[in-house]
């Protein structure tokens, strides 16, 4: 198991019946913020949704990846457990 020392710093909740909940901001090892990443309700329930922007093309295009499947799991467990307990 990969381990990180992240930390949620903010939780923005959204009123409203639209999918888009909130977002939330992550410090990763007190080196790297990651602002933005959006916590939707999907047909399964909440999940994480990475930043992203949009090209001049108008496709949509994140600009934060996990590299592989143990940092994407933590992270999306740590933010969704930080959105729930607000």
Do not use: C
Not at 8 to 14: D, E, I, N, T
Not at 15 to 41: E, Q
Request: hydrophobic residues 40%; neutral net charge.
């Amino acid at each position: 198991m990969v381990s990180l020392s992240m930390e949620v710093k903010q939780v923005h909740k959204l009123n409203g019946d639209g999918k888009l909940k909130g977002f939330v901001d992550v410090a990763i090892a007190d080196l790297v913020m990651i602002r933005g990443l959006r916590i939707i309700d999907g047909k399964n329930g909440l999940f994480v949704g990475m930043p992203r922007r949009q090209g001049t093309d108008g496709q949509w295009y994140p600009t934060v990846l996990p590299l592989n499947e143990e940092v994407k799991n933590q992270l999306n467990e740590m933010v969704l457990e930080a959105y729930q307990g607000q």
